[in-house]
């Protein structure tokens, strides 16, 4: 099966440090990356997508300079959260797509949960 | 009101009852995702379907496009299924693939 990792799975920082998480497809090849965030209770917010070798697509109201996408190699995308605070506290979910058609299946990573005190 | 609309919010079943967890949504759509996300997190998907029904263990997911709604069922539900139940859509002229989500139906099976 398709498998997608995310590191760390957890990570605590204190405000002002930037934090950086992975999300790897690994056994699979994946030239679209989603990247989600969902807070206690709800469903999942897309926050931007990302394409392996260009810039990342980011959903209204995402800052795309507080929440850095590089999509270097077509097994691993990463999201920098930079000069956290603790409202970016919440759970951190990537997907990755299989296949080029845009309906094709999405395989979703464990997800990492952020604290930032 | 919300693109994609789950029923029921929250269900509890005894053990070894059948479970149904409905979808339905407004929007033309390719294909519909039921994914599983359990307490820790972790998202699985279960399947991904855009007509008629798939079958997977104890798990069906049938689709009807016309009338615009998906179910998922349970049979035999056991407590390891407790979890919260997502359906997702990808709608129609998409070019990226995103998915839109339901709010979840949280499921709760006691021995």
């Known amino acids: 099966g398709a498998v997608v990792s995310q590191h760390p799975s957890w990570v605590i920082c204190k405000s002002g440090t930037s934090v950086k998480i992975e999300c790897r497809s690994l056994?699979?090849?994946?030239?679209?990356m989603f990247w989600y965030r969902q807070f206690p209770k709800q469903s999942l917010m897309l926050m931007a997508t990302?394409?392996?070798?260009?810039?990342?697509?980011?959903e209204q109201g995402v800052e795309k300079d507080k929440f850095l996408i590089n999509h270097a190699s077509l097994t691993l995308s990463t999201l920098t959260v930079t000069s956290a605070h603790p409202e970016d506290s919440s759970f951190y979910i990537c997907?990755?797509?299989?296949?080029?058609?845009?309906?094709?299946?999405?395989?979703f990573g464990p997800g990492t949960r952020l604290t930032v005190l | 009101k919300n693109e994609v609309e789950q029923s029921p919010q929250n269900l509890t079943a005894q053990e070894g009852e059948f479970i149904t967890i409905n979808c339905s949504y407004s929007?033309?759509?390719?294909?519909l995702h039921w994914l599983q996300q359990h307490p820790g997190g972790g998202i699985v998907s279960l399947f991904m379907?855009?007509?008629g029904k798939k079958k997977h263990g104890r798990l069906i997911a049938t689709i009807n496009i016309q009338e615009k709604h998906s179910s998922l069922h349970i049979t035999a539900s056991h407590p390891r299924d407790s979890a919260v139940y997502i359906c997702?859509?990808?709608?129609?002229?998409?070019?990226?693939?995103?998915?839109?989500f339901g709010q979840g139906t949280i499921l709760t099976v006691h021995p």
């Open positions: 379907l855009s007509s």
């Open positions: 056994d699979f090849q994946a030239t679209t």
């Open positions: 929007v033309g759509i390719s294909a």
């Open positions: 997702a859509v990808h709608a129609g002229g998409t070019s990226y693939g995103k998915l839109t």
């Open positions: 990302s394409n392996e070798g260009s810039k990342a697509t980011y």
């Open positions: 997907s990755a797509r299989r296949g080029a058609g845009s309906y094709n299946e999405q395989f």
